[in-house]
């Protein structure tokens, strides 16, 4: 008996921990969804690849340090400086493009709250001005990164950018906030339809925002 029972936690334990942390959630629409803003193949590899690369290589390192359940992705970005440079840089990804596919939508008919509005027409003019912005940051970033519209601690809102997979909610950032839109500007997110030309991607991506979600997140984050 007790050996069946010690047989049985063990392989508990082992289920445990043989657990992935981290999984992709399904893209909400189809490869070809966003055409022709973002074409398919873009989206079918930067989805299967670049994104399933990120949490793959996200759960060995954790398991390889022995962190596998560590918790969640706030564990991890509120403690940032005490991981590997692999976990930051895989952790960030998965994060961020998970963010990144939710924020994208294929209905081009979606409209921000009417809340969320008034707040970018407050920290930013107009919707043009906020675009404007968000897009120069985007354009401006130099190398791989990411440009956001965040909630700042004081509850404004902000544009900022961060390079590589670093994100605003990681501990050690320098501008640090909750992201509500994120636009990836890897050039592995434009670069087969768009080549060299970032500026036309940043152009074309405002026509498949997904307001509704990012209104969302917005409420979201000024409850926090
Ligand atoms: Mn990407």
Redesign the pocket.
Same mark, same amino acid.
Request: aromatic share 12%; proline share 4%; hydrophobic share 40%.
């Given at each position: 008996m007790k050996t069946a029972l010690l047989t049985f936690t063990v392989l508990l334990i082992s289920i445990n921990f043989s657990t992935a942390q981290f999984s992709q959630e399904p893209l909400p629409y189809a490869f070809n969804a966003l055409e022709p803003f973002i074409d398919a193949q873009t989206m079918e590899i930067?989805y299967t690849k670049? /994104?399933a690369g990120y949490v793959a290589k996200l759960n060995e390192a954790l398991k390889e340090t022995g962190m596998e359940n560590c918790g969640d992705m706030s564990v991890i970005f509120s403690n940032m400086s005490k991981y590997s440079s692999v976990i930051r840089n895989n952790a960030g990804?998965h994060f961020? /493009?998970t963010l990144?596919w939710k924020i994208l939508t294929p209905d081009t008919s979606v409209k921000p709250s009417a809340k969320l509005l008034k707040a970018i027409e407050v920290d930013f003019k107009s919707m043009d001005e906020f675009k404007n912005k968000l897009n120069k940051e985007a354009a401006g970033r130099f190398g791989s990164g990411w440009a956001w519209l965040i909630v700042t601690p004081e509850n404004k809102l902000a544009v900022v950018s961060t390079p590589n997979q670093d994100n605003p909610l990681m501990s050690d950032s320098p501008v640090k906030g909750t992201p509500i839109l994120g636009i990836?500007v890897?050039e592995?997110?434009y670069y087969l339809k768009y080549k060299n030309k970032r500026a036309d991607y940043l152009q074309a991506i405002w026509n498949i925002i997904n307001w509704e979600t990012v209104s969302k997140l917005y409420d979201e984050a000024m409850l926090k």
């Amino acid at each position: 008996m007790k050996t069946a029972l010690l047989t049985f936690t063990v392989l508990l334990i082992s289920i445990n921990f043989s657990t992935a942390q981290f999984s992709q959630e399904p893209l909400p629409y189809a490869f070809n969804a966003l055409e022709p803003f973002i074409d398919a193949q873009t989206m079918e590899i930067h989805y299967t690849k670049h /994104h399933a690369g990120y949490v793959a290589k996200l759960n060995e390192a954790l398991k390889e340090t022995g962190m596998e359940n560590c918790g969640d992705m706030s564990v991890i970005f509120s403690n940032m400086s005490k991981y590997s440079s692999v976990i930051r840089n895989n952790a960030g990804g998965h994060f961020n /493009h998970t963010l990144y596919w939710k924020i994208l939508t294929p209905d081009t008919s979606v409209k921000p709250s009417a809340k969320l509005l008034k707040a970018i027409e407050v920290d930013f003019k107009s919707m043009d001005e906020f675009k404007n912005k968000l897009n120069k940051e985007a354009a401006g970033r130099f190398g791989s990164g990411w440009a956001w519209l965040i909630v700042t601690p004081e509850n404004k809102l902000a544009v900022v950018s961060t390079p590589n997979q670093d994100n605003p909610l990681m501990s050690d950032s320098p501008v640090k906030g909750t992201p509500i839109l994120g636009i990836d500007v890897w050039e592995h997110a434009y670069y087969l339809k768009y080549k060299n030309k970032r500026a036309d991607y940043l152009q074309a991506i405002w026509n498949i925002i997904n307001w509704e979600t990012v209104s969302k997140l917005y409420d979201e984050a000024m409850l926090k």
